[in-house]
């Protein structure tokens, strides 16, 4: 299956790049994208476990199962007064 997946904040000015498109196999949860992205894209890994993950406009927990077409989104976490 295809992904799209959306980068912002830190990770889109380390990978230098917005958007990134790759295929997973059927069944894939975000968790195995997460994998898929540490060994593929240099510098993806730091600081993930605080961002937020949103499938398709909505927020997903990493269990979540993908489907073809979906458009994934890293959220840095947001800070402010």
Avoid: R, W
């Avoid at 295929?23 to 890994?45: A, H, M, R, T, V």
């Avoid at 476990?49 to 499938?55: F, I, R, W």
């Avoid at 269990?63 to 979906?70: E, P, S, T, V």
Wanted: aromatic share 10%; net charge negative.
């Amino acid at each position: 299956m295809k992904i799209t997946v959306k980068l912002f904040g830190p990770h889109k000015e380390k990978l230098n790049k917005d958007s990134i498109f790759l295929s997973l196999s059927d069944n894939s949860n975000i968790f195995d994208l997460i994998c898929n992205l540490n060994q593929n894209e240099p510098g993806f890994k730091d600081n993930v476990k605080s961002y937020a993950v949103a499938v398709n406009l909505i927020y997903q927990d990493k269990d979540f199962i993908l489907n073809d077409g979906d458009e994934v989104a890293f959220i840095p976490p947001v800070s402010g007064g």
